[in-house]
Nanobody, 116 residues
Framework: QVQVVESGGGLAHPGGSLRLSCAAS????????MGWYRQAPGKERELVAS???????YYGDSVKGRFTISRDSAKNTVYLQMNSLKPEDTAVYYC??????????WGQGTQVTVSS
């Protein structure tokens, strides 16, 4: 199995920034993509951003132009730079690691709160 550990959540003011990191350690299988979903109370889980091992990035419409995902493939680590944060970005962010032919492995979640 894959161990997925994420960090970097916290409190930010509207317009502020946070950076999340997620590392897949002791990976047994080939990783296809990594990224984050988020879930806020009363809302459906939303794909925030993902990046493949080849560097192809995807962003949800609500975060395009504000968030940037990057990777360090050698370390199986991804980073999510979140700028221009809005209150609606408040959620628990769950990192995922998608292993080829094995599906998703999940991080423990990290709380992001954007509030005045």
């Amino acid at each position: 199995q894959v161990q997925v550990v994420e960090s970097g959540g916290g409190l930010a003011h509207p317009g502020g920034s946070l950076r999340l990191s997620c590392a897949a350690s002791r990976t047994m299988f080939t990783i296809y993509s990594m990224g984050w979903y988020r879930q806020a109370p009363g809302k459906e889980r939303e794909l925030v951003a993902s990046i493949t091992s080849s560097g192809s990035a995807y962003y949800g419409d609500s975060v395009k132009g504000r968030f940037t995902i990057s990777r360090d493939s050698a370390k199986n680590t991804v980073y999510l730079q979140m700028n221009s944060l809005k209150p609606e970005d408040t959620a628990v962010y769950y990192c995922f690691c998608n292993a080829v032919s094995r599906g998703n492995y999940w991080g423990q979640g990290t709380q992001v709160t954007v509030s005045s």
